[in-house]
């Protein structure tokens, strides 16, 4: 697993390097430059949310968005200059100009499409709810007054809220927090996508296991300010061509085994 996650290519590391200053200017509110016109595609996540974004022990974001974004901004003729911040603060960077994309695992809800425009899929996956290893909880129909976690800005908590026997949902700034204390048993489960609860079990060592199934079915499409109509054709062809010509393939395998965009 290290072997496969835990080395960069040599465009994630200079993406790392560039992630420095370009953090800088989301961390500040300013506006970014035009980072198209300069040659480099700023692409926003959460850097929370392993296998997609995430950081190393060197403290260098890695993940399958990121190599997402690589790939799309290599096609473009770009360079790629991921950026970082809160889920639920992404969006409003987008639209301020702080970033040029979001590509991190962001489903493209009704309410979000009225503010961003969004590209088709470009993976599939599923909401699940997670649960203590000794937990006696079999599924979502068995929940009863339960404090259900999910993280913060996520349209899991609009699902979790819809749940009979849910009787608090705890919001956590990154799903990882909230799977620790489903593992620590501060909490009765979280509800995360199947593939980075998962990820997170095996990785972390989390004492949880998934129960009942898919919830909902949970997808990802790459986000782009509604004023930017151009760069949003340029990123959807690219987006085409790496899910064509193999290159999405190949860094799907590496990651999960598997073409997640089916």
Do not use: H
């Not at 990121?66 to 901004?73: M, R, V």
């Not at 639209?95 to 309410?111: H, L, N, P, Q, Y």
């Not at 979280?190 to 079990?201: M, S």
């Amino acid at each position: 697993m290290e072997n496969r996650l835990g080395k960069m290519s040599k465009k994630t590391l200079m993406s790392a390097l560039a992630l420095a200053g370009a953090s800088v200017m989301v961390l500040t509110g300013c506006a970014a430059s035009n980072t198209v016109a300069s040659g480099e595609l700023a692409c926003a996540s959460s850097g929370e949310y392993p296998p997609f974004s995430y950081r190393d022990t060197d403290n260098n974001l890695i993940g399958f968005d990121i190599e997402i974004c690589e790939a799309i901004a290599d096609e473009m003729g770009l360079e790629a200059a991921p950026v970082t911040g809160a889920f639920n603060t992404l969006i409003a960077g987008l639209t301020s100009g702080r970033f040029d994309t979001i590509i991190g695992s962001m489903t493209a809800t009704d309410e979000r499409k009225e503010q961003v425009d969004f590209t088709k899929n470009y993976y599939e996956n599923g909401a699940v709810l997670f649960v203590a290893n000794d937990s006696t909880l079999t599924g979502p129909e068995d929940l009863n007054d339960a404090v259900v976690g999910v993280a913060l800005g996520t349209w899991f908590e609009d699902l979790a809220n819809g749940l009979d026997g849910v009787g608090e949902v705890r919001t956590y700034q990154a799903d990882i927090d909230a799977l620790n204390d489903v593992s620590n048993g501060r909490i009765d489960a979280a509800i995360t996508v199947r593939l980075g609860g998962f990820y997170a079990a095996n990785e972390s060592g989390l004492d949880i296991k998934a129960v009942g199934g898919d919830i909902a079915p949970d997808s990802a499409a790459i986000a782009v300010a509604k004023d930017n109509p151009e760069l949003f054709a340029e990123i959807s062809d690219a987006l085409d061509t790496i899910l064509s010509n193999g290159v999405y393939a190949e860094i799907s395998n590496r990651y999960f085994g598997q073409d997640i965009s089916k």
